[in-house]
């Protein structure tokens, strides 16, 4: 299983008349179907946009045809994690901009979002895998739904992929929620970095 925060597909049609995608090769998720001729893979991620509910169930059963399991935010809750809090917090700190992340009722707000959004992937990834599978969590945007999903299905064995470099110590720690973000890491039974550099932050 590979749990991204996006899924490699490119919405084609998406409405009453017609529900159609196809596989994004631009996208670098997508460049990773080389995997899917090896083992049998699945995705779980969300589509970049609001689904409208009567259009869900559908949308599901087009996906599920392409290996893809979709999870559906509304677009108030995708722009706070998404946007807001992976944008003004994790995004330049992965990128080794320091920052002023101070705690703020506004902060809180945005990292309560950021865990919701975290937990709907959690919730939808741990209804679908089965005992003593494996499942790839990619991208700082899920590092909380690591931890979910491993506490929701023990045995599954969970590894975390840094799409990113990892920040030194000395960044990571004007993260407000630093430790959570970290015991959620430790939770995964590996954690991939790009670069060997990335490992020893």
């Known amino acids: 299983w590979i749990i991204d925060w996006l899924l490699p597909v490119t919405v084609v049609s998406l409405n009453d008349e017609k529900i159609e995608f196809a596989w994004d090769q631009t996208n670098l998720r997508g460049k990773l179907d080389c995997i899917q001729s090896l083992t049998d893979v699945y995705w779980v991620g969300w589509l ?103 506490r929701s299905v023990p045995s599954l064995r969970t590894a975390f992929w840094f799409l990113s470099p990892f920040p030194s110590s000395e960044v990571f720690r004007t993260v407000a929620r630093r430790n959570d973000l970290l015991r959620s890491l430790l939770t995964c039974d590996l954690v991939g970095f790009e670069l060997f550099d990335y490992s020893r932050h």
Request: net charge negative; with cysteine.
């Open 48 to 150: 970049g946009q609001q689904v409208p509910s009567h259009l869900q169930a559908e949308v599901c059963a087009e996906l599920k045809k392409i290996k893809c399991f979709p999870v559906f935010l509304d677009d108030d809750l995708a722009s706070a994690s998404f946007g807001l809090y992976v944008g003004r917090v994790l995004r330049p700190t992965f990128a080794h901009i320091i920052n002023a992340h101070e705690q703020t009722v506004e902060q809180d707000e945005l990292w309560q979002a950021y865990v919701d959004t975290n937990r709907h992937f959690s919730a939808v990834a741990s209804g679908l895998v089965s005992p003593g599978d494996v499942a790839l969590v990619m991208g700082y945007e899920l590092i909380i739904a690591a931890s979910m999903l491993k």
